[in-house]
Structure formats: C-alpha cells, structure tokens
C-alpha cells in the first residue's frame, strides 16, 4: 500500500496568513493527489484534485502542487471559514489518505 | 442535486454483525461507483471499501478484508456494507461517498466527489 505522510498535524496561524501543507507518498504517485477540507461536523470537501486542479467552486485563494511524492496545499490569505482540517488523498491505487491538519486560529 | 443518505448504525458488541445501507437520489446511480469511508472519533479519514458501477467489482482496505461485504442494488439506488466479526476498532462515523472521475490533461483522476452525513456505528460490551 501507499502511504501519505502528511505535515504539520497542527498548524497555527492567523487571518491573512499564508499557510503551506505537505503530503508526501511513500512511492511515486504522478499527480494522483487529491485535497480535501474537513468542517467540525461535517463531511469532507474535495478542494483540489490531480495535485493542482481547482474543484469548482473553491475560491483561487487555494492552490496545490506537486508531482511523485512531494506534494503541497497553499492558501494565499487565511480567511475565518479556513480554519478547518485538510486531508490529502493519493487515487493512483487503493485510496489511501495523509492522518490530516488540523489548521488552528493562532 | 445528489444526495447520499446512510442509515443503519447503531451500537454493537464486539463480534457481532451489522448492515450499512446508503440510499442515493439525483443522480443515475448505475453510472457510478461508490466507496465507503470510517472515520473514528477525534481521528482522520479511512477508506474502507469500493463497488464498482455495476457492482462487478469490489475492493477492500486491508483493516476489513474478509469481515466487510460491500454491495449495491441498482434497481433501489442503495450501496450497503454489511460488517461483520465487528471489533472495537471498527468504531466510526460510516460515510457513504460517490466516485467522481475528473479529467486533467485528458487523464481520468478519480476523486470523492459527493459525501453522505455518516451514520455512526459503536462497538462495545
């Protein structure tokens, strides 16, 4: 199986910030990397899929990039709604997901 | 729009058995395939299970391999997952997600395009 290591676990930060998360495969996985962002009580989103690809409706202030086994998530400008955990996702063979950030007011 | 709405959880003792089930409206089921995916209190996202559109296909976690069945009735538009030899570990919010493939560079990526709420299953004595 692949594996996602994804870091921080935890990341502070304030509004206007911008914040870098980053996944990283245990074996090369092209661009099948997909983001996700998780709200107290509620299901996931998908944010961004093929490592870069913005999901519609997401505000551009998101980005990804990356390709084999280093992968990262940017949001330019913290906004309030941002606080939230974020999970990436490698498709590339069994769905397999990072443990997630938890993405905290500081 | 899609709508994705599990049902069946409960609590349960260990070794015991239980069905999931998943009913989908707005959408045209039998073009999709459609996953499982646990979540454990407090803890991150675990993929369980997938069925193919036609149900030809399945394929599993290795947590749940040979104690979890996934399976779909196309004719009802409901996914279920049927567990059984449960164990303590299986404790989580049981989400039923909707297989979206998107294309990039004319590459099909597949994705968890659409989530149920869950349906919480408890495994203790």
């Known amino acids: 199986d692949i594996q996602m290591t994804q870091s921080p676990s935890s990341l502070p930060a304030s509004v206007g910030d911008r914040v870098t998360i980053t996944c990283r495969a245990s074996?090369?996985?092209?661009?099948?990397l997909n983001w996700y962002q998780q709200k107290p009580g509620q299901a996931p989103k998908l944010l961004i899929y093929?490592?870069?690809s913005l999901q519609s409706g997401v505000p551009s202030r998101f980005s990804g990039s990356g390709f084999g086994t280093d992968f990262t998530l940017t949001i330019s400008s913290l906004q309030p709604e941002d606080f939230a955990n974020y999970y990436c996702?490698?498709?590339?063979?069994?769905?397999?997901f990072g443990q997630g950030t938890r993405l905290e007011i500081k | 729009q899609v709508q994705l709405v599990e049902s069946g959880g409960g609590v349960v003792q260990p070794g015991r058995s239980l069905r999931l089930s998943c009913a989908a409206s707005?959408?045209?089921?039998?073009?999709?395939?459609f996953h499982w995916v646990r979540q454990a209190p407090g803890k991150g996202l675990e993929w369980v299970a997938l069925?193919?559109?036609?149900?030809?296909?399945?394929y599993y976690a290795n947590s749940v391999k040979g104690r979890f069945t996934i399976s779909r009735d196309n004719s009802k538009n409901t996914l279920y997952l049927q567990m059984n030899s449960l164990r303590a570990e299986d404790t989580a919010l049981y989400y039923c997600?909707?297989?979206?493939?998107?294309?990039?560079?004319?590459?099909?990526?597949?994705?968890?395009?659409?989530w149920g709420r869950g349906t919480m299953v408890t495994v203790s004595s």
């Open positions: 074996e090369s996985i092209a661009n099948y």
């Open positions: 093929a490592a870069s």
């Open positions: 069925t193919s559109y036609d149900g030809g296909n399945e």
């Open positions: 996702q490698q498709s590339h063979t069994a769905p397999h």
């Open positions: 997600v909707k297989e979206g493939v998107y294309y990039e560079s004319d590459a099909p990526h597949d994705v968890f395009d659409v």
């Open positions: 707005g959408v045209t089921f039998t073009n999709y395939g």
